[in-house]
């Protein structure tokens, strides 16, 4: 019952502001988790037929744009007023979706995806702060858990709908998502309630100049510092749930017995979102929201007895884990175990996360810390597009791997792709060159050039910022 007079209590701008941020991740999902298979697949399935490098280089540097920016974007929305600045953010998303999906050579995509995480990066502080001004030391703790909850409900009805679109064009992904930030509009001009502007006599460049001076401010606390420094490595390893995972699964994994066994229990549901007989990458990867959402009330009650410091170490040791066993092995259920033990350590984790940095923050300094806390995110997401960009290729891509294994045997093909020459048709007709099948070919190059340790550079991230955390917590914090 107290639950039930608390989400009574919740006001309609409270409600209205969780449901547009749920639109807001089924746009930003269903097109961010397809997006690297966009950029890297052949040409002939409509991809854009990119290497790796190319790939991690746009989404490295503009996915860091889209989490540094907040820190100025909200300083801007402050004084510009909140409806406004979300008209602006659903109009860049929209023109940038529209103008990823027209575009396919390099530098245009770049500037495509670029000036879409701009507008994501207006988006993003606005909502959170909107819950934190709709709800009060009584509601809040709850009401961040429905938004939590909005977050993954989104993050998992996007990408489960885009695996089953894609099976139509890629064309229907963009399309998708611009439907999904239609509704935001919609709801942002006849329900979205603004909270009012700041009239604290400053300009907006004084309020952006201030957002700039915060930062500098909380980087002279060295520990704080040395935190952050040592988060950017979990980081790292956790965004590779989108850089590569996808592109591993796509690549390597035959997922014929997920299908069959989601088919024997729900044949709808499997025809809908497979395709001949197997299950997409996107929505294998879809499932990280999907046990998020089941299982976040048990893991949040269960870490709620340690302390922050010692639940992040204890998370991220079981998220490497989980990466360990989505990238060592061809079996799609063994895959789904890792993804669901990757989500426990993520739930474990991740909210674990602010927490900890709102409990070190001094108690006049806690908003500028909280701002602060993307810093390793932007950072973590550079050094994610690198990784999952040549050092990737160079030890698990299936084409650079058979490029290698063509030139061991002396046998020639053109240099270079082409639309008369795809990645597709290099494979195809390297397993006939060879007398192979292409399932042959796959299990060949898996079996002779091992790209499953890859596992060992990723998981071995994660667990060196445990090892690193620790230490941080015995000699620079004292164990407090």
């Not at 935001?184 to 700041?198: A, I, K, Q, Y």
């Not at 990466?323 to 063994?334: C, D, E, H, K, R």
């Not at 898996?446 to 090892?467: L, R």
């Given at each position: 019952m107290a639950v039930l007079s608390v989400l009574k209590g919740y006001s309609k701008s409270f409600w209205t502001s969780n449901t547009i941020e749920l639109f807001e991740r089924?746009?930003?999902?269903?097109?961010?988790?397809?997006?690297?298979?966009?950029?890297?697949?052949?040409?002939?399935?409509?991809?854009?037929?990119?290497?790796?490098?190319?790939k991690g280089a746009i989404m490295g540097t503009s996915s860091a744009l889209l989490y540094f920016l907040p820190v100025i974007t909200g300083a801007i929305a402050d004084k510009v007023g909140y409806k406004?600045?979300?008209?602006?953010?659903?109009?860049?998303?929209?023109?940038?979706?529209?103008?990823?999906?027209?575009?396919?050579?390099?530098?245009?995509?770049?500037?495509?995806?670029?000036?879409t995480?701009?507008?994501?990066?207006?988006?993003?502080?606005i909502i959170s702060a909107m819950i934190a001004k709709t709800t009060n030391e009584k509601t809040a703790s709850i009401g961040f858990g429905?938004?939590?909850?909005?977050?993954?409900?989104?993050?998992?009805?996007?990408p489960f709908i885009a695996g089953a679109l894609l099976k139509l064009s890629w064309s229907w992904v963009?399309?998708?998502?611009?439907?999904?930030?239609?509704?935001?509009?919609?709801?942002?001009?006849?329900?979205?309630?603004?909270?009012?502007?700041?009239?604290?006599?400053?300009?907006?460049?004084?309020?952006?100049a201030q957002a700039i001076k915060n930062i500098w401010i909380t980087?002279?606390?060295?520990?704080?510092?040395?935190?952050l420094v040592i988060m950017i490595l979990f980081w790292t390893a956790f965004n590779q749930l989108y850089y590569s995972f996808p592109i591993f699964v796509d690549q390597w994994i035959d997922t014929t017995s997920v299908y069959n066994g989601l088919h024997a229990v729900w044949p709808w549901l499997a025809e809908t979102i497979g395709d001949n007989g197997t299950i997409s990458a996107v929505s294998m990867t879809s499932m990280d929201s999907f046990f998020i959402i089941v299982f976040q009330l048990m893991v949040s009650a269960f870490v709620m007895r340690f302390r922050p410091l010692a639940a992040m170490m204890g998370g991220i040791l079981v998220l490497a884990g989980g990466?360990?066993?989505?990238?060592?092995?061809?079996?799609?259920?063994?895959i789904l175990l890792g993804v669901l033990i990757f989500a426990l350590g993520e739930m474990g984790s991740s909210p674990k996360f602010t927490e900890y940095v709102g409990k070190i923050a001094p108690a006049d300094q806690k908003a500028l810390y909280m701002g602060t806390s993307f810093l390793p995110i932007a950072a973590a997401h550079k050094l994610a597009g690198w990784l999952s960009g040549d050092f990737y290729e160079g030890i698990a891509d299936k084409y650079f791997l058979l490029q290698k294994e063509v030139v061991n045997r002396g046998i020639q093909?053109?240099?270079?792709?082409?639309?008369?020459?795809?990645?597709?048709?290099?494979?195809?007709?390297?397993?006939?060159?060879?007398?192979?099948?292409?399932?042959?070919?796959?299990?060949?190059?898996?079996?002779?050039?091992?790209?499953?340790?890859?596992?060992?550079?990723?998981?071995?991230?994660?667990?060196?910022?445990?090892?690193?955390?620790?230490?941080?917590?015995?000699?620079?914090?004292?164990?407090?």
């Open positions: 089924w746009a930003w999902y269903g097109f961010y988790l397809a997006f690297p298979l966009f950029l890297v697949g052949s040409t002939d399935t409509g991809a854009l037929g990119f290497s790796n490098a190319e406004r600045i979300l008209l602006l953010a659903f109009s860049i998303y929209i023109t940038g979706f529209l103008m990823i999906s027209s575009f396919n050579s390099y530098w245009p995509v770049y500037f495509a995806f670029m000036w995480c701009i507008g994501g990066a207006f988006f993003k502080p429905i938004f939590y909850m909005m977050i993954n409900i989104g993050g998992f009805i996007g963009f399309y998708m998502s611009v439907a999904a930030i239609g509704v935001n509009v919609l709801l942002t001009l006849f329900m979205f309630r603004e909270p009012g502007v700041e009239k604290d006599g400053k300009s907006l460049l004084q309020n952006i980087l002279q606390n060295w520990k704080y510092v040395l935190f990466l360990g066993l989505m990238f060592s092995t061809q079996s799609g259920w063994l093909f053109p240099a270079e792709y082409s639309a008369d020459f795809t990645k597709n048709d290099f494979f195809a007709q390297a397993a006939d060159k060879m007398n192979m099948t292409q399932v042959e070919l796959t299990n060949y190059l898996w079996q002779s050039y091992h790209p499953s340790n890859i596992w060992m550079a990723f998981s071995g991230i994660a667990v060196s910022a445990v090892i690193f955390l620790w230490l941080y917590d015995r000699f620079v914090m004292g164990g407090k």
